[in-house]
Structures are given as C-alpha cells and as structure tokens.
C-alpha cells in the first residue's frame, strides 16, 4: 500500500479510537470525507500495497492507552501537516482537518511528551556542563525508575476478585 492508503487508514482508526471516547466527530460524515480524500489521492492504485505500512506498526508497538495517545498525537499531527499540503478550498479536505484539530486539541499533553521524547533523543551529552547535570541527576532518574517498575509489580500482584 501507498504512503496515502495507509495514512488514511491510520486516520480512520484514529477518528474511530477517540469518536468512540466522546468525542463530537461525526463518524459518518468523516468517513465520507475519507473516501472523497481516498479519490483525491488515487489510493486505490495498485502500488498501495507495495511495502510496509506507514503508521500501522508503530501503532502497534504501543500497548497501553496513554501510550497510544502519544503516539496518535503525533500521527494526527502528521496528517495535519499531509492536509495542508493539499486543496483546503474542498469541503471534506476542510471538514477532515477541523476535526483533526478538534482531536490534536484534546491530545495536546500526549503531544507534549512526544516532544519530550524527541528532545530527550536529540540531547546532546558532549558538554562537561550537562555531564554534570545529567549525573547530579542519576540518582533521582533511579529512584524513579524503581518507583515505577514497583507500582506497576503491585498491580498486576493485586489479588483477584472472583466473578462468583
């Protein structure tokens, strides 16, 4: 599949996973959108299901849901960006990105941790004045990551109620 196939699948998902958390999309009509952006794309060419999926896998990957926030926030980003870059003067082009940025509005804190992680992976550790930093930091960077790691071993070791 395409770049386009998969991005609009993705974003099919996406609207499905937060429209059905109460959100005030309207599912039909940005279904509709979809498939009137499908045809702006040519998506049903027979070079989309050439390669690997563009979002899907990574999707994936993230298994809890305030994970998936995460990395839907960026997804949903991503399309916005991909929209701009087409005919906004269309009705379903314009409907599909006032509802993206009705949802990128909801996710804006998960956005910002993946602009954390981002930061965090482009930090540059080459400066003696950040290695100071960083290892005046170690200790409570451990403490945290026990802390965690404990929390997230009480829960699942939480007993069981019966379903009598």
Not at 74 to 101: A, C, G, R
């Amino acid at each position: 599949m395409t770049c386009q196939t998969y991005c609009l699948f993705v974003l099919s998902v996406i609207v499905i996973y937060f429209g059905c958390s109460g959100s005030a999309l309207f599912l039909g009509q940005l279904q509709n959108d979809i498939d009137k952006l499908k045809a702006d794309f040519n998506a049903s060419n027979s070079d989309v299901a050439d390669g690997n999926p563009v979002f899907i896998e990574k999707v994936k990957n993230w298994t809890e849901r305030n994970e998936k926030r995460i990395i839907l926030s960026q997804i949903v980003t991503l399309y916005l960006e991909m929209l701009k870059k087409t005919d906004m003067s269309k009705p379903h082009i314009k409907n599909l990105s006032e509802q993206l940025n009705t949802l990128r509005n909801t996710l804006s804190n998960d956005y910002k941790k993946f602009r954390d992680l981002v930061e965090l992976s482009n930090l540059q550790l080459t400066g003696l004045k950040i290695q100071r930093k960083a290892v005046s930091e170690l200790f409570s960077v451990l403490q945290k990551l026990v802390e965690t790691s404990t929390s997230k071993r009480k829960r699942s070791q939480s007993p069981k109620r019966c379903r009598c």
